[in-house]
């Protein structure tokens, strides 16, 4: 992998991402795709999200917090979040999840921003609910009162 995905970041930092974005091209991880506040990058059945932005790293953690939170079990909102982990970056590593099922999904999944779901080991899951879940997750005192933040960054992969 590549070292400074392990390094403990907190604040965006245009040239520390600058640099991820080289060492995971580096190591064979091509670009997937881009949104307002993070790039995708994929190899095999991994993908990294680079923060572009100050909102790439809240929308890591509050998808981070999700899936932990709810592992392979629905929200209140019936969503499954894929499996992912936040890195000591801010970046965030996932599964990759085949998106390409638009027929027969779920109520739940063509509610969130751009339907941004699909299959993994046969199930439907999100693989992108930034939009969705930062307002809910990042808010929900829950989190704050019970679980540090930081308790979500993994230097274990």
């Known amino acids: 992998m590549t070292p400074s995905l392990f390094k403990y970041n907190r604040d965006y930092n245009y040239s520390f991402y600058g640099k991820i974005k080289k060492e995971l091209q580096s190591v064979k991880f091509e670009e997937i795709g881009e949104g307002c506040s993070r790039i995708g990058y994929r190899r095999g059945n991994v993908v990294v999200k680079v923060p572009i932005n100050t909102y790439g790293i809240k929308y890591s953690i509050a998808e981070a917090f999700g899936y932990r939170k709810f592992r392979n079990n629905p929200d209140s909102k019936e969503r499954i ?25 779920p109520r739940w999944a063509l509610n969130i921003d751009g339907a941004q779901a699909g299959t993994y080991k046969g199930r439907i899951v999100a693989y992108d609910m930034s939009h969705d879940t930062v307002d809910n997750v990042l808010e929900d005192s829950k989190l704050w009162d019970n679980k540090s933040h930081h308790d979500l960054f993994h230097s274990d992969v």
């Open 81 to 105: 979040y894929a499996p992912c982990r936040l890195l000591p970056s801010g970046c965030l590593m996932m599964v990759y999840v085949n998106g390409e099922c638009y027929n027969g999904l």
